[in-house]
């Protein structure tokens, strides 16, 4: 299978600041990545869905304007959680389609903790 | 909507003992369905996935998984647990041609030695 790498693994940043997630296709070309977002003991929800050359489409409830995403090459998406709050707290993983698989591959995950 | 329904949250079983983790769905079509394991801090494994064809599929690990188009259900089992097994395993469709995952709640295994 494709796979899918996402840096940081972990990341703790202060009450206020911006921090930035990276999610790259390795071995294949994304035209599409999605993140996700995974509360302490809860279950992944989708966030958005991030089109390489065009605007992410967000989920319902996702605040646009909090969840920067960028998807400027076939290989990466980026997430950035601006003036981020203990609240955004989470874990946030991201997955890519490859065009020549009926599934989508994930990467490894960022934890992200706001002190 | 679509939906993934784990009914259980925790699951405890013996080692050496059988398992069997439920899954159903709620979708008007057919999805392509999955089941990933996750240790704690850690990411997604893939366990096992169906698309379509024999509806018994066999995963990583001794696991595996049966469709049943008429309960809208794919409950994985395991004929002997390992203690290492203990993890939450997530259940997860996707409808045909997406790519995005609905993923259940989740269900957390415990394991006794």
């Known amino acids: 299978g494709a796979v899918v790498s996402q840096h940081p693994s972990w990341v703790i940043c202060k009450s206020g600041t911006s921090v930035k997630i990276e999610c790259r296709s390795l071995d294949f070309q994304a035209t599409t990545m999605f993140w996700y977002r995974q509360f302490p003991k809860q279950s992944l929800m989708l966030m958005a869905t991030s089109n390489e050359g065009s605007k992410a489409t967000y989920e319902q409830g996702v605040e646009k304007d909090k969840f920067l995403i960028n998807h400027a090459s076939l290989t990466l998406s980026t997430l950035t959680v601006t003036s981020a709050h203990p609240e955004d707290s989470s874990f946030y993983i991201c997955?890519?389609?490859?065009?020549?698989?009926?599934?989508?591959?994930f990467g490894q995950g960022t934890r992200l903790t706001v002190v | 909507a679509q939906s993934v329904t784990q009914p259980d949250i925790h699951i405890t079983v013996s080692e050496g003992a059988s398992l069997e983790l439920r899954c159903n769905y709620s979708y008007g079509a057919t999805p392509y369905l999955f089941w990933y394991v996750q240790s704690p801090g850690q990411g997604l494994q893939l366990l096992l996935k169906?698309?379509?064809?024999?509806?018994l599929v066999q995963g990583i690990k001794g696991f595996e998984a049966e469709f049943k188009r008429s309960q809208s259900s794919f409950n994985l089992r395991k004929p002997s647990v390992h203690w290492s097994d203990a993890a939450e395993y997530f259940c997860a469709v996707v409808p045909s041609g997406t790519y995005k995952y609905i993923f259940g709640t989740g269900t957390r295994l415990k394991v006794l030695a």
């Open positions: 997955s890519a389609r490859d065009p020549g698989y009926t599934e989508a591959f």
């Open positions: 169906y698309f379509s064809g024999d509806t």
